[in-house]
């Protein structure tokens, strides 16, 4: 089989499927590229022989499914590979799902090995264990819902997930080829995950809620918490998506003082590292490593800690005011809800009981509103 002339796409590095025609007896196949634009891809290279394995999995973002492949070449070195490549396939993209059924039946799997300058490094053939049927179930679910906005999923998904993570999560089931009860392919997931607990984050909000005497706020702000709880959105794993999760909660604080300048002309400062208590509720590395992945990241430009802290936080304002609205019912009961907050109502179902905030009839409920309905923006 000869591929001197192949016509290979440009990319990154990274892997990428496509289809070609590599020998005219078998005609069209769908064809694994794997790129890699630095040296390190002579020492794969030289590899031999040159073993390639797949994890995959998917992953529930909130704008919906996302599928992972994690390619990786032994051996293992404290539990992470020689080289591991993600591959990151849009479940309700047009045609994936013919593509994955083609792979599927497919007896073999050829893998081209391109290096530096597109240069054509090596050619392999696998025999087809790889399991792609396992992806059809999670593809044909997703196509019935609406189409994914992969760059947002995926700055989503990158936030929430470290690829050690993903690489070490445990199948579903006792074995990767456990089926369900329906006899579908079990699918990996991350591993169970679990909500962050508002005692961990309760001393920062009471120093990001500390407008009221008696600090009736908090109230609205244990509210607000476990509406973040229920839309999954402080659910944690790892370091990374730990942080995202205290994140969420820190601009609550931050939505918080807003509103009380838009509707009271209360002014407060929003200080995000200040309210970090207890000191080791965020780490200044994991910190650092979130705000490289920020897509307005420069490398060149130097930004202090509480810089970049801030820029973190606010990152999440829109989704999280998103739930809000959605859990309140709408800019109204939202708006209500905080309009209400001062008032020391004991429990949170009372207060967000007045919702009168549907009429606003005086200049401060008619900015506060007015605020609201733009999505609750950042102030000053």
Same mark, same amino acid.
């Given at each position: 089989?000869? @591929?001197?002339?192949?016509?290979?796409?440009?990319?990154?590095?990274?892997?990428?499927?496509?289809?070609?025609?590599?020998?005219?007896?078998?005609?069209?196949?769908?064809?694994?590229?794997?790129?890699?634009?630095? *040296?390190?891809?002579?020492?794969?290279?030289?590899?031999?022989?040159?073993?390639?394995?797949?994890?995959? !999995?998917?992953?529930?973002?909130?704008?919906?499914?996302?599928?992972?492949?994690?390619?990786? @070449? %032994?051996?293992?070195? =404290?539990?992470?590979?020689?080289?591991?490549?993600?591959?990151?396939? #849009? %479940?309700?993209?047009? !045609?994936?799902?013919?593509?994955?059924?083609?792979?599927?039946?497919?007896?073999?799997?050829?893998?081209?090995?391109?290096?530096?300058?597109?240069?054509?490094?090596?050619?392999?053939?696998? &025999?087809?264990?790889?399991?792609? =049927?396992?992806?059809?179930?999670?593809?044909?679910?997703?196509?019935?819902?609406?189409?994914? *906005?992969?760059?947002?999923?995926?700055?989503?998904? &990158?936030?929430?997930?470290?690829?050690?993570?993903?690489?070490?999560?445990?199948?579903? !089931?006792?074995?990767?080829?456990?089926?369900?009860?329906?006899?579908?392919? $079990?699918? #990996?997931?991350?591993?169970?995950?679990?909500?962050? *607990?508002?005692?961990?984050? &309760?001393?920062?909000?009471?120093?990001?809620?500390?407008?009221?005497?008696?600090?009736?706020?908090?109230?609205?702000?244990?509210?607000?918490?476990?509406?973040?709880?229920?839309?999954?959105?402080?659910? &944690?794993?790892?370091?990374?998506?730990?942080? /995202?999760?205290?994140?969420?909660?820190?601009?609550?604080?931050? /939505?918080?003082?807003?509103?009380?300048?838009?509707?009271?002309?209360?002014?407060?400062? /929003?200080?995000? $590292?200040?309210?970090?208590?207890?000191?080791?509720? @965020? =780490?200044?590395?994991?910190? !650092?490593?979130?705000?490289?992945?920020?897509?307005?990241?420069?490398?060149?430009?130097?930004?202090?800690?509480?810089? $970049?802290? =801030?820029?973190?936080?606010?990152?999440?304002?829109?989704?999280?005011?998103?739930?809000?609205?959605?859990?309140?019912?709408?800019?109204?009961?939202?708006? $209500?809800?905080?309009?209400?907050?001062?008032?020391?109502?004991?429990?949170?179902?009372?207060?967000?009981?007045?919702?009168?905030?549907?009429?606003? *009839?005086?200049?401060?409920?008619?900015?506060?509103?007015?605020?609201?309905?733009?999505?609750?923006?950042?102030?000053?």
């Amino acid at each position: 089989m000869h @591929v001197y002339h192949l016509d290979l796409p440009a990319t990154a590095s990274g892997t990428r499927f496509f289809e070609t025609t590599l020998d005219p007896e078998i005609g069209v196949e769908v064809v694994l590229v794997l790129v890699d634009q630095t *040296d390190f891809a002579h020492q794969l290279a030289h590899r031999s022989p040159f073993e390639l394995h797949l994890k995959t !999995g998917a992953v529930r973002t909130t704008l919906g499914p996302l599928t992972f492949l994690l390619w990786w @070449v %032994p051996p293992l070195t =404290d539990g992470m590979p020689f080289a591991l490549y993600e591959h990151l396939l #849009n %479940p309700t993209e047009q !045609g994936l799902f013919k593509m994955v059924q083609t792979l599927s039946v497919q007896t073999h799997l050829h893998v081209l090995l391109v290096g530096p300058g597109q240069e054509l490094l090596d050619f392999y053939e696998f &025999e087809n264990t790889f399991k792609f =049927d396992a992806l059809l179930p999670v593809i044909e679910s997703a196509m019935t819902g609406r189409a994914l *906005d992969l760059q947002a999923a995926k700055l989503e998904y &990158e936030r929430m997930y470290s690829l050690q993570t993903l690489f070490q999560m445990e199948p579903s !089931g006792d074995g990767a080829d456990e089926r369900d009860k329906d006899g579908k392919e $079990a699918q #990996n997931e991350p591993e169970r995950r679990h909500a962050l *607990d508002w005692n961990v984050v &309760e001393p920062a909000a009471k120093l990001a809620f500390d407008i009221w005497m008696g600090q009736p706020e908090l109230i609205w702000a244990r509210k607000a918490f476990d509406v973040l709880v229920a839309a999954a959105l402080l659910d &944690e794993t790892d370091a990374f998506s730990h942080h /995202i999760a205290v994140f969420r909660v820190l601009v609550l604080g931050g /939505i918080y003082r807003d509103f009380c300048e838009a509707a009271w002309d209360e002014t407060s400062s /929003i200080y995000y $590292a200040q309210w970090c208590e207890p000191d080791d509720i @965020v =780490d200044r590395f994991v910190v !650092g490593q979130l705000f490289a992945r920020l897509p307005d990241w420069d490398a060149h430009e130097e930004v202090e800690f509480d810089e $970049a802290l =801030d820029r973190l936080i606010e990152a999440e304002r829109a989704l999280v005011v998103e739930a809000l609205r959605k859990d309140f019912g709408g800019t109204a009961g939202l708006c $209500a809800s905080l309009w209400q907050s001062p008032k020391d109502f004991g429990d949170v179902e009372e207060a967000c009981k007045d919702r009168d905030c549907f009429e606003p *009839d005086d200049a401060g409920r008619l900015q506060a509103y007015e605020w609201v309905s733009e999505g609750c923006l950042r102030r000053g």
